[in-house]
T-cell receptor
């Protein structure tokens, strides 16, 4: 089945630790996105990538980093500089050359120990 | 700047009753508009979308939405709500440039009472 796979489903971070959230898609989409969701805040854009080896900061990129070495993969690293990382993280993908339809993974819930 | 407002944080509807969730947007040109639904602990599922043409759009699960340019609104409706419709609903606007990110509203939580 085509889709977007996020792993792990739950992740715990210790103080001062970097953690990486995985996002893989087999939809052959060019564009991929990372959103952060906090209760009552909707979705806020962290980073997005329109093509391989290129990405742009979103509204809340501080304390996060990404890479896009393969079309299928767009991992997000939550660094120790992100002081409030507890949230639900959603990855999405979409086709460039068309309109903005985005398809979402099931999310990763990150908590701080 | 683009923005999306969902005025209702939480709505409770009786099962079988009709539903309308409000969405207002701010955007200079004709926007691309979306409604997504999210069950607890899950990702977002696309319900419907408006790009152009007929202002009344049909989606999955019996939902529809009407684009009203004069009111900058894109309200979601369903004639008869089922208990399984309880979820969080997000309205989003896109710039119409492929590969750019969507702007989401803060969501409306729908509870369904029996």
């Amino acid at each position: 089945d085509g889709g977007i796979t996020q792993s792990p489903k739950y992740l715990f971070r210790k103080e001062g630790q970097n953690v990486t959230l995985s996002c893989e898609q087999n939809l052959n989409h060019d564009a991929m996105y990372w959103y952060r969701q906090d209760p009552g805040q909707g979705l806020r854009l962290i980073y997005y990538s329109q093509i391989v080896n290129d990405f742009q900061k979103g509204d809340i990129a501080e304390g996060y980093s990404v890479s896009r070495e393969k079309k299928e993969s767009f991992p997000l690293t939550v660094t120790s500089a992100q002081k409030n990382p507890t949230a639900f993280y959603l990855c999405a993908s979409g086709e460039t050359g068309l309109t903005d339809i985005q398809y979402f993974g099931a999310g990763t819930r990150l908590s701080v120990l | 700047a683009q923005s999306v407002t969902q005025p209702d944080i939480h709505i409770t509807v009786s099962e079988g009753a009709s539903l309308e969730l409000r969405c207002n947007y701010s955007y200079g040109a004709t926007p691309y508009l979306f409604w997504y639904v999210q069950s607890p602990g899950q990702g977002l599922q696309l319900l419907l979308k408006y790009f152009s043409g007929d202002t009344l759009v049909q989606g999955i699960k019996g939902f529809e939405a009407e684009f009203k340019r004069s009111q900058s609104s894109f309200n979601l409706r369903k004639p008869s709500v089922h208990w399984s419709d309880a979820a969080e609903y997000f309205c989003a606007v896109g710039a119409g440039q492929a590969g750019t990110a969507l702007i989401f509203g803060k969501g409306t939580t729908l509870s369904v009472s029996s």
